[in-house]
Nanobody, 125 residues
Framework: VQLQASGGGLVQAGGSLRLSCAASGRTFSSYAKAWFRQAPGKEREFVAAVNWNGGSTYYTDSVKGRFTIGRDNAKNTVYLQMNSLKPEDTAVYYC???????????????????WGQGTQVTVSS
């Protein structure tokens, strides 16, 4: 059972990237999915979460209006479209899966039982 994150890279401030997280080994179509990030020297922080069918989403304030989380259950994949990127968005981005969508409690990393390996996003000024 694995979550494989991809799509990271180097981009200039104001640019866009689209991260993907593909699940293998079993289907996660009924699971909530989330993205977290960790910058050097900082704790891992919540970015966004989506429920099993994409009908409900939750974002941390700093990315609202710039990032969009979505999913394609037929492909067992969750996405994070990141627009208007800022240098402070630089971090390793991780995807995670939880059996239950928790809405405003989605930031609680300990609730997620499956994690991907991370993909580096670097935003230059």
């Amino acid at each position: 059972v694995q979550l494989q994150a991809s799509g990271g890279g180097l981009v200039q401030a104001g640019g866009s990237l689209r991260l993907s997280c593909a699940a293998s080994g079993r289907t996660f179509s009924s699971y909530a999915k989330a993205w977290f990030r960790q910058a050097p020297g900082k704790e891992r922080e919540f970015v966004a979460a989506v429920n099993w069918n994409g009908g409900s989403t939750y974002y941390t304030d700093s990315v609202k209006g710039r990032f969009t989380i979505g999913r394609d259950n037929a492909k067992n994949t969750v996405y994070l479209q990141m627009n208007s990127l800022k240098p402070e968005d630089t971090a390793v981005y991780y995807c995670a899966a939880d059996r239950v969508y928790r809405g405003t409690d989605s930031y609680r990393a300990r609730l997620y039982d499956t994690w991907g390996q991370g993909t580096q996003v670097t935003v230059s000024s």
